[in-house]
């Protein structure tokens, strides 16, 4: 099956970047990266989820790379950066912490948005002096932060120890998902997606997940099962905004709201009636919003305020 098989019409489908580059992690691991948008523009870095890529940031890419250097990449064994033996926390903490020295310039600010895992990678890597050195601000969409199996209502039962064994064979399948049919389609957007998704928004997710090969969807299944971060929420010291649908079965609103609470700056905490985990997705042009405004407030501002301040240096001398 093909690593990249996602739609090529439509909001959906990826714009293609201005430029790509290759990024070696701290073991080797290599990363594909995508830039888009006018250099030295105001940056925002994407972070995906498990068993997506770059792809499903398309909306977010062509909205903002107007006028924003747009920086996306693939976590390793995703989209095109190749597996890696090495899965977990701190491995996701070193690519990303690669990626902002590759494509940022010493001491300069973006924001960081991250989905899913995604928004798992911001957590583990939040000591990280990379990104305590470039993280203005960070939006974390439909994640958690511990406990995320036990919690999951992708399976109709009751909590408790039945639901999670069932829930956990489920997640870490070996089984290839294989094409994108009509019961792939329904079956992916009863468990990721709002009952109310457009068909374009399910066919999008659909073709993204589906090329996530099965030995990678199931070794980051097994880094999500033990996951635990709580420890490191506390660590995200600048400004955080949560997003999260209320129909999420993946990653149910308990989370974002443990997450509201342990974060030393939480700005808002968006619920969103009726739709699923795939919020970028399901609600591009708020997600959008959402990173479009942090940028102002943490990132322009911080630029303004670096001019001013230049400018004013040069008037005394």
Known sequence: MSRLMHVSAGPYAPPAPARELTVTAADGARIHVEVHGPEGAPAVVLSHGWCCSTAFWAAQIRALAAD?????????????????????????????????????????????????????????????????????????????????????????FGAGRVRTWLTRRVLGSRAPLGPVTPLARRILKYGTMGAGSAPEMVEACARTVHACPARVRRAWSEVLDLLDLDHRVRELR????????????????????????????????????????????????????????????YVRAERTDRTESAVHAEEIA
Request: hydrophobic share 45%; proline share 9%; charged share 20%.
């Open 68 to 156: 924003h250097r747009v920086i996306a990449y693939d976590q390793r064994g995703h989209g095109r950066s190749p597996a890696n033996p090495a899965c977990g926390t701190e491995p996701l903490a070193d690519d990303l912490e690669a990626v902002l020295e590759a494509t940022l310039a010493p001491g300069e600010r973006a924001v960081i948005a991250g989905h899913s895992m995604g928004g798992m990678t911001v957590m583990a890597a939040a000591t990280r002096p990379k990104v305590r050195e470039h993280a203005a601000a960070v939006l974390l969409c439909s994640t958690g932060s511990s406990r995320l199996v036990e919690s999951a209502t992708v399976l109709p």
């Open 238 to 297: 600048m400004p955080v905004e949560i997003v999260v649908g209320t129909a999420d079965r993946l990653t149910p609103p308990v989370h974002a709201r443990s997450l509201a609470a342990a974060l030393p700056d939480c700005v808002g905490l968006t619920e969103l009636p009726g739709l699923g985990h795939m919020t970028p997705v399901e609600a591009p042009d708020l997600v959008t919003g959402k990173i479009r405004a942090l940028v102002g407030t």
